[in-house]
Nanobody, 126 residues
């Protein structure tokens, strides 16, 4: 069984920073994983934030300049650094993972990811 565990969510003031962590562990086999972040607010669909796909990193255009993704491929771990946070960044942030080179993989689509974490709440408020 593969586990995806997020951590680092918190309540911060506008302009603050947070770093979220995501670890993919368990019976991961001989695979390396694409590890992505999505976020969701009540009543809305899950929104792509960023993905670490081996040596490729993709970030939502609307978040470039404030968010960055990094990680350790050998550890199947990814980090989401969020700076200059705004109230509209308030959401539950989910980490997702799937083995690299999975057929039909599209990093933007939630259906591309086989494993999901429980989510971590990020609240930006004064």
């Amino acid at each position: 069984q593969v586990q995806v565990v997020e951590s680092g969510g918190a309540s911060v003031q506008p302009g603050g920073s947070l770093r979220l962590s995501c670890e993919v562990s368990g019976r991961t086999g001989a695979y390396y994983y694409a590890v992505a972040w999505f976020r969701q607010t009540p009543g809305k669909e899950r929104e792509f934030v960023a993905v670490l796909n081996w040596n490729d990193r993709y970030l939502s255009d609307s978040l470039k300049g404030r968010f960055t993704i990094s990680g350790d491929n050998a550890k199947n771990t990814a980090y989401l650094q969020m700076n200059n946070l705004k109230p509209e960044d308030t959401a539950v942030y989910y980490c997702a993972a799937t083995p690299l080179f999975s057929p039909g993989y599209d990093y933007l689509r939630t259906t591309s990811y086989a494993f999901w974490g429980q989510g971590t709440q990020v609240t930006v408020t004064s």
